[in-house]
Every structure is written in C-alpha cells, then in structure tokens.
C-alpha cells in the first residue's frame, strides 16, 4: 500500500469515525422520557435521584407529584431540596401534604424553601427572589390577605406555619409570621400574639404585622396614638390608616406604611 492510499484511507476512517460520533452524541442527547425520569427517582445514585427531581419539576405534569412526594424524606438533604423545589415548579395541591412534611425536615434551607413553595401555591404567584424577600415584598405591595376569593387553604398549612413561628433559624419565623398574614390565617392569631415577645425585632415586626392580629377600632386607635408619640422622639414617619380605603367605605384595618428599620423600630418599641 503505497503512502497516497494511506493518507486516503486515513482520511476515510476519520470521516466515519465523525460520523458514528455524531449519531451516537445525537441519541445521547435525547431528553428521558417521563417514565424513564420517573424510575430515576428509585436510582441508588443520589445524583440522579436528584437530577430526575429537578427534569420532572420542569416537566410541570401534575403526574409528577406522587413520585417526587415519596422522596420527601430522601436520605440525600440535596435530593429533598431538590424535591421540594420541583413541587413548588409544578404548582399543584395535591404536593401540599408533601410541602408540609418538609417543613419539618431537619435542614434549615429545606424548611423554608417548603414554606415559601406552599406561600406560592395558594397565591398564585411566581418567585423570582429569595424567599425572605419575595415574603416581605408580599406584605409590602398587596393586601396581607393575598389568597384569590373561594380558595381553602388546608389546615395542616396553618399549623405547620404556627410551628414555625418557634423555628430555630430567625428567618424561618419571620417568614412564617409573614405567611400566615398571606394566607389569611386567622386561626393562628394565637400563635402570632405568642410571637410577639420574640428576642429577635424581625420576627416581632413581621408578627405584627401580618395584619392577622386586628385589635378593636377603640384600642387600635388608643395604641397608634401612643406609638405615634414615640416615633415623633425619634424622628419616624407617623403610621397612618389606609385613607385611600377609608374614603371608599372599605372595612379595611389600619396598615403601617414605613420602610423595614421603621418598622423594625416600632416592634422593638411594642
């Protein structure tokens, strides 16, 4: 075989072997199927239990809760996050009780990324920032109250948010004081008003004002006089009433209008 046909039959062989590369890489390539995604979820490799969670959550097929709700209590921290991550993407009732569960994980991260996915179910609404902040900006923006008409929140949600009002981490209870003024807990008033003493002024801030603790207009009035005079001393905003809402003839309770520190200021003043 003289030099031209090697170099021939170089080329040839390196042209197939492109070839065959790309049609293997091309199947490689293929997204799993639902099924197959689904049987991941039973693989001894946390890696892929973890990287099926995450592809069923962005399937957004409400076929996907069962599986991932069973690995709720995953022995890999990094599959359960990833779990409830996935239930919060498929935005379904039925992950509720899972959610729930997870609130009582033994990892911080998880327990309020569980509370922030139930927040967002049952309003409605896309996070897009950490879960402290996209809780506060709740409160800020829209009426504590943010549940849409004619929606049930389950029981169990409300009691698993009074639990966190005695979290270990300060953030968690202060997000769930936060939760329960989103979705209209007033059956946990109880445990927002045994919040209030609080060590910590965010907690007590946010329990304050969830807007679920509604004292009498005689009280309210006799309290937001008094606070007034203190916040005057310290050069703070006045709270003031909702005078917008007042003119409509709404029933809307008195709601303090102030930045986080006046906020901050007025609960450690409480």
Do not use: C, H, W
Not at 174 to 200: F, Q, W
């Amino acid at each position: 075989m003289n030099e031209g046909t090697r170099v021939r039959l170089r080329r040839a062989l390196a042209a197939l072997a492109l070839v065959a590369g790309a049609v293997p890489g091309g199947q490689a390539a293929a997204k799993p199927s639902f099924a197959d995604l689904v049987a991941n979820l039973k693989s001894p490799t946390a890696k892929t239990r973890q990287e099926a969670a995450a592809a069923l959550g962005k399937s957004r097929r409400r076929e996907a809760v069962a599986p991932l709700a069973a690995l709720v209590r995953d022995s890999e921290p990094k599959v359960r996050l990833e779990v409830v991550r996935a239930l919060r993407e498929l935005r379904d009732l039925s992950a509720v009780p899972a959610l729930v569960s997870s609130m009582q994980d033994g990892d911080a991260q998880i327990r309020e990324e569980g509370l922030g996915a139930l927040v967002e179910i049952y309003a409605e609404r896309d996070r897009s920032d950490p879960i402290d902040r996209f809780l506060q900006a709740f409160s800020d923006e829209y009426d504590r109250a943010s549940v849409p008409p004619y929606t049930n929140v389950d029981p169990s949600v409300y009691r698993a948010l009074s639990a966190a009002l005695r979290d270990e981490q300060r953030s968690i209870r202060e997000d769930a004081a936060y939760a329960i003024g989103i979705l209209d807990g007033r059956s946990e008033v109880r445990a927002l008003v045994a919040a209030l003493p609080d060590p910590e002024a965010k907690v007590r801030a946010a329990a304050a004002t969830s807007g679920v603790i509604r004292p009498s207009a005689r009280t309210s009035a006799k309290s937001r006089t008094r606070r007034n005079r203190r916040l005057a001393m310290r050069g703070v905003p006045r709270e003031r009433r909702a005078s917008s809402r007042a003119a409509s003839g709404s029933s809307a309770t008195p709601r303090i209008r102030a930045d986080r520190r006046t906020i901050s200021s007025m609960s450690a003043s409480l």
